[in-house]
Structure formats: C-alpha cells, structure tokens
C-alpha cells in the first residue's frame, strides 16, 4: 500500500486524492489545505488527519509519496519544500506560470529551474499530471509512431484552444522529443492567451507548426495533432477523442474509430495516471510524465515566448535551457 498526502482541499486536489484513495494499492492517510474550512471537510472526506501547513504535515505523517495539486502560480516553493524534505511528489501541469497556463514566460523557467535541479540530484520520485497520455486516441498515435506504423516522421500539424495548451506541447514532445528550434508569431504584450503561430524544428529535420487560440473555441475539437510520416499520416483529436489514420499520398484510410460514447476520457484519463504512478512507486520506475518531461514542456513555452519577442527569430531550446540555469 503507498501511504499519499494529499496538499489540497479544492476540486482538483479532491479528484486526485479521490482516484489514489480508490486505487487498490494506494490510500490517502493526511491531508493539508491552508484554507481551514477546506481543511476540515477533506479531513472528513477521507477519514484521516489534515495540517494547515506543509511543515506541520511534514512533522506528523509518513507518507511515502505527496500529491501537489495546488496552482502553476504557486507551484514551485511547495515543490522545493517537498523536495528538500526528501519527499516523492505528483503535482499538476504545467510545471509554473506566474500568469496562467497559458501565458508561460521565459522567467517562469527560470524559477522552476532549481526544483529540476534539486530533483535531478535526488533518487526521489516527481511527476506531472500529463493525463492525456491516457486517452486512447491519443495513446494509439503514440504508438504509431513509436512503432513505425507511420514511417519516418516527416511533419506535424497541431492546435489547441488554450485550456489543453500545456497538453497539446506535451504531445508534441513526447512523440516527437525536444525540438532544436522555435520561430514564433504573436505577441506576448497582447495579454491573456495572445494568440500565436509556432514553427518547430527537429535536429532530424522533422518540422511542424502549432497554433494556438482561444476564438475558435471548442468548435471543432479543442485541440488536434496530426503527424506526418511516409508511409501513413494520423490525427489524434479531441477529449472524447478519435483518431484516424491514413496512407500518405492517396489518403486511403486505413483506420478511423471513435471513443465509446457515454464513457469519456477525460475522468478515465487521471485514474489511469494515479494508476501508472502507484505503479511506479511500487516497481520503482520514472513516473509515467516526470520531471523530465514537466521541464521540457516548460522549455518549449518559455523559447516561444522568447522567439516572440524577438520577433519571430529562431530561439534554440539549448539556448534557453542553459540560460535557465545561470
Ligand atoms: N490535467 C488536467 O487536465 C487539468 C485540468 C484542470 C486543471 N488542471 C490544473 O490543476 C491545477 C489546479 O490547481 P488549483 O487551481 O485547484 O490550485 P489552488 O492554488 O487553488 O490550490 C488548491 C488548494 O490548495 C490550497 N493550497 C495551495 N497552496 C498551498 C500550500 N502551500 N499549503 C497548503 N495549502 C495550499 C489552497 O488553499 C487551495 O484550496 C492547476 O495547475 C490547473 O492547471 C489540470
């Protein structure tokens, strides 16, 4: 049984702790929440002991891994607290963003930068909640890829209305890696989710683009990826999700199917990630998205914002990841 603490007492935070409650190798023994009123109804959600402060959480309870699920504007100095204490810790997407999700700043790397460091100098656990890596639809286009199914992979073709922005970039580096480069049109002074077009470049030469805005809402499926290879292409899309395949060139289909109506991903997505984390701790592997793949993702927002302040030029991710450091 992996003993969880859970750090919040708000929607999120109680789904989380409700899907590793529920997983039978796992349970929640305490719960901390600053909010008092929060506090005393987690406490009594879950049966167990609740603290008003990480310290005071901390000093009385031995869970062996603390799910973080508080806001990417105060991430980082609970993270490091956790951290520094030794602790395995699962927290939510992305990494930090002292304005929202989907304004990432080239700053916020550098305040991320040194819970990587910290966590990359430990045998300790981290991970992010990059849960659609659990849809199917999704999965399978991994898979494709990964397994030749597509060919070599060529192009990539990408979008998302902002409330899955840090999912859409996971995607695209999961399947595809770290890109070399970025070019970006947009500009980060229009505030809120200022639209951009994202040119990517692959050290392999693979290229793709990314765009992102919130104007065409949810119309035709809140985000899409397609990518490119030379024998099939597919496109993974939406949250109740479907995926279709085809051979490159002529467009013959050669797979198209769609979710099962009525039991949507998305719920199923984050119990299936509670699932590949238990199992992670208990096998002692890399949680399924870790801190590698949460610094990555972060890396790819902040050269973007950088390459659109610049204009458009081409911002190398080294570059960047290297500067993050200094
Ligand atoms: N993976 C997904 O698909 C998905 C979907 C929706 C939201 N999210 C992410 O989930 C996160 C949700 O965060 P939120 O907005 O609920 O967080 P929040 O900052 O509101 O914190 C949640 C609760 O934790 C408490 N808290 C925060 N910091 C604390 C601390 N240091 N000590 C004790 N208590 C503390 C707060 O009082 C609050 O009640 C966001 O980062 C969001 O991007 C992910």
């Known amino acids: 049984m992996t003993k969880c603490a859970l750090i919040s007492g708000r929607g999120m935070g109680m789904m989380h702790g409700g ?170 002074n229009e505030g809120g989710g200022w639209q951009r077009l994202i040119h990517i470049g692959w050290e392999n030469g693979v290229v793709g683009t990314l765009t992102g805005t919130n104007l065409w809402g949810y119309d035709d499926h809140p985000l899409r990826v397609k990518i490119l290879g030379d024998k099939s292409y597919a496109e993974a899309k939406g949250l109740d999700g479907s995926y279709l395949r085809r051979k490159a060139g002529n467009s013959e289909i050669e797979e198209k199917w769609e979710n099962e109506p009525g039991k949507p991903e998305m719920p199923e997505s984050f119990k299936r990630m509670a699932d590949g984390v238990i199992n992670a701790m208990q096998s002692d592997q890399p949680f399924p998205a870790d801190g590698e793949a949460a610094w990555a993702e972060l890396l790819f927002e902040a050269a973007v914002h950088r390459s659109a302040l610049q204009n458009g030029a081409r911002v190398y991710l080294d570059d960047v990841d290297r500067a993050a450091f200094v």
């Open 19 to 188: 899907n590793f409650h529920n997983h039978p190798d796992a349970e929640v023994v305490a719960v901390c929440e600053m909010n008092p009123d929060l506090l005393e109804k987690a406490k009594e959600h879950f049966g167990v002991p609740g603290y008003l402060t990480i310290q005071e959480l901390l000093d009385n309870c031995d869970a062996e891994l603390v799910l973080l699920i508080v806001n990417e504007t105060r991430r980082i100095p609970p993270l490091r607290e956790l951290l520094e204490a030794g602790q395995n810790v699962f927290t939510e997407k992305p990494l930090c963003g002292l304005q929202g999700q989907a304004t990432v700043r080239e700053s916020d790397l550098a305040i991320a930068a040194p819970a990587i460091a910290k966590w990359r100098d430990s045998n300790q656990k981290f991970g992010i909640d990059f849960n659609y890596r659990f849809m199917h639809h999704f999965k399978k286009l991994h898979d494709d890829v990964v397994n030749g199914t597509l060919g070599e992979i060529k192009m990539l073709h990408a979008r998302a209305h902002f409330n899955c922005w840090s999912h859409i970039i996971d995607q695209i580096l999961w399947n595809l890696g770290t890109p070399e480069w970025v070019s970006v049109t947009g500009d980060p």
